[in-house]
């Protein structure tokens, strides 16, 4: 059942008050209105209500005093009734409080110091229906001094639309005022308005607070404090001045693109931005399905962060048009590849900028003359530098720095800019000598045509692209003194053995510089086989080893390495040898580039396989004996293909190395009282690397080449004894240098059983 209240008869115009006061209605509605009447004199409800268990009050031309509305329950202010409608017949809502779940509506109507806890209050213009049908809309709701607040599980909304104001507003926590004027929405439902656009004045944005200004909406003279949040959306608009304090925040978005109506408000505008301190930020935002991507302000004076960013797709860049920018703040942007971001400054600069530009693996075009980040009319080398000088973009660093045509552009470029430095003055001579000082200041700084540096992701798959052969190698070095220690035994025995081994390489070639720390075990079984003139021994093994890089310039990587081989030692009764090896490797790789951004990872599998023979002779000289040997090895691994989590792509061939060595060991035996023998050893050889192309490919466009062809002096002491008739141990190490790698120390030991 309906409870309806009616006030008066049906005036045309009034002029006097009637007023209803304390009135409960449950499970209904209350419904102050006012009826045209033959009168000339005005006349207004006056209305003081509590509305309970969803009850709702229409309030049309009427005044109603200090309403809490809570949840469920509806409030409808406006000055239309049956199609009347005059200026002088506004509906007022006076004070009151909406809370959760609660609505209040001012549709041609004023509101005066309404709170807004977790409920929603609407702010429009007034519709009316004549009785031919027509559809008609006038005058505009009004809100002043409305302070919304949310709840911690709702937000408190007052939605100023269709031509609505709003007026010394303050949104305080989880308080969000929406200015939007859904023109476009109208017109595509068929209904043409010609009215004001919706507009917030003097408002404040305190913590927790959000204000959302859409197309059409337009806010003007804002102050956003620290934690606040204001945000134009394309088509919105900000006059007079806004003022960002503290932590802060304005975001602007780019111009959005409407399929199923017309849009032609063009990008969000702001008159007068102040960033008053160095947290306060400006995010312009690239919306994804913008064409343009375009925002305009005026005057920017940026004391704090202006950051270019996309929206929650992640896609697209923005163009920030700016008349007047000045300040001492930062600027955030991002390129890839040939697409990113840009500053456009039209009319004048004053200030300085420190420019950050987000590291990113794309690479820029082959060829080019750099990325054209900024353009500043008028603007001078004191006005943009880049955040720690560099920002890496695919294979490459770049610098930013005027383009030498044209002063007023910026361009990100591989080319270091010069830097002028002032020279000293002089001092004053002490005698009437004439001093001529230097008329021409130095000059400090790369001038160009030098390689252009590598980027930190650049350098760390470069690096990684080079590691399996070194680590194939390191397992075989150790898998040789096995197969040295076997020719030491006098007679024939089977046997299973075990060994830890470490080593260090420290590698530096044209592009990339690295060192590798390995460490692993060794396990392997073998079995002797007399035979006439000589024995032949015969084995297997496993092994287990992890390898970890540290980079040049930052970032670090590993490779842990699982491998099978075969080997066989034959050895004559003269003292002639022949040693042979076959082992297969999986290397799993995982590689983490460092950047100025931050780190990029990626992991990656592979396989290589390898083979070494060595030959020589065991001299004996009563205790003491020497060994010259030659020795020829190869290997290959897999083809790798993998992308870093910055998006730099990379492709390389297939590891491969040809080694050549010769040496000689020599040494002495000593035998013990107790029957033990102990055997210390020396080794000096000179190995050569005949490789010389382990190319990289770097975005599909950028060829690396990892040379390290070149020869190697070896260095080794050792020891092995033998134990009683079962048990023997060893142990060795070993330093290489050459002119591309140096192994400070490669080592190992272990021990055998015999049976």
Known sequence: M???????????????????????????????????????????????????????????????????????????????????????????????????????????????????????????????????????????????????????TSYGILDVDYGGSAYGTILNNRGWMKVNWELAYRQAAGRNLDTESSIAGDTIVNNGGFLSVYDGGIIDTTTVNDGGTAQIYDGGKSTGGLNVYKSGLVEMYTDTVYTAISHQSGESHAENITLHDSDSQLAVVANAGTIERTIGINNLINNGRMTFTTD??????????????????????????????????????????????????????????????????????????????????????????????????????????????????????????????????????????????????????????????????????????????????????????????????????????????????????DHAISQTGGRLVIGSQVSYSRSDLNYSGGGDGTVDSYSVGLYSTWLSDSGYYLDSVLKANRFKTENNAKFGGGRASASDNTNGIGLSVEGGKHIKLDSYFIEPYLMASAFRGGKTSYTLSNNLKTEADAAESMKAEIGTTFGKSFLLDNGSQVKPYARVAASHEFKKNNSVTINDTERFNNDMSGSVGKYGVGVSAQLGEQWSTFAEVNYAKGSSVEMPYSGNIGVRYSF
């Not at 045309?12 to 045209?36: D, E, H, R």
């Not at 603007?379 to 720690?388: D, G, I, K, V, Y």
């Not at 001529?436 to 045509?449: H, M, Q, R």
Request: glycine residues 12%.
């Open 312 to 525: 929650t797709n992640g896609q697209g860049y923005a163009i920030a048009n700016v008349k007047n920018l000045s300040g001492n703040g930062s600027i955030s942007m991002r390129v890839a590849g040939m697409q990113g971001d840009f500053l456009n400054v039209t009319d004048s600069i004053d200030g300085s900028f420190n420019v950050t530009v987000m590291d990113d693996g794309s690479e820029l075009r082959s060829g080019s003359e750099g990325y054209h980040l900024i353009h500043a009319l008028g603007s001078t080398q004191q006005n943009f530098s880049l955040e720690n000088g560099t920002v890496e973009l695919g294979a490459y660093k770049y610098y930013l720095a005027q383009d030498q045509s044209n002063s007023d552009d910026w361009r990100l470029t591989q080319t270091k800019p010069l830097e002028i430095v002032t020279p000293t003055p002089m001092p004053a001579p002490e005698s009437e000598l004439e001093v001529n000082p230097p008329t021409n200041p130095n000059i400090d700084g790369n001038t160009g045509g030098g390689k252009p540096e590598l980027s930190g992701s650049a350098k760390a798959v470069i690096s990684m692209a080079n590691v399996t052969p070194t680590v194939w190698d390191g397992e075989l070095s150790t898998l040789r003194s096995r197969l040295g220690e076997l020719r030491d035994q006098s007679s024939a025995q089977n046997g299973v053995w075990g060994k830890y081994i470490t080593n260090r390489y420290r590698v530096s070639t044209d592009n990339v510089g690295y060192k590798q720390d390995m460490n692993g075990v060794m396990l392997g079984v």
């Open 2 to 152: 309906d409870n309806k209240i009616t006030i008066g008869n049906r005036p045309k115009s009034f002029k006097k008050n009637l007023l209803a006061t304390s009135l409960s209605i449950i499970l209904g509605s209350l419904s102050a209105s006012v009826y045209a009447a033959e009168t000339l004199e005005d006349i207004s409800a006056q209305v003081e209500a509590n509305l309970i268990n969803k009850g709702y009050s229409w309030v049309s031309g009427a005044m109603i005093n200090n309403v809490d509305i809570y949840d469920g329950q509806k409030v409808y202010s406006n000055m239309v009734h049956n199609g009347l409608n005059t200026e002088e017949t506004r509906g007022v809502v006076n004070g009151g409080t909406v809370y959760q779940g609660g609505y209040l509506t001012s549709s041609g109507s004023d509101t005066f110091g309404v709170n807004i806890e977790g409920g929603q209050f609407d702010v429009g213009l007034s519709e009316g229906v004549l009785g031919d049908g027509t559809v008609i809309y006038t005058y505009y709701g009004v809100a002043n001094n409305t302070t919304v607040s949310g709840t911690d």
